[in-house]
């Protein structure tokens, strides 16, 4: 049985803890992340977020990194 795109985000957040959108892009093919923190979100599921710097292909860009609170 496929995972939907919100089961794979919350099972990565219950094994590392975080999650940016390049993450979820690059292990998931997931684009729209904000799109299923807001869904885990109303839930009620405690998600935070903050911005971070993360290496892309040329550069560095800020992207958001999810954080699951207990």
């Given at each position: ?61 800020m ?8």
């Amino acid at each position: 049985m496929r995972k939907t795109q919100y089961q794979v985000v919350l099972g990565h957040l219950q094994e590392h803890g975080t999650i940016t959108s390049f993450e979820a892009i690059s292990k998931y093919g997931i684009t729209r992340l904000s799109g299923v923190i807001f869904n885990l979100k109303k839930d009620g599921h405690n998600i935070t977020s903050k911005l971070v710097k993360v290496k892309t292909r040329y550069h560095y860009t800020m992207v958001s990194e999810y954080k699951l609170c207990d």
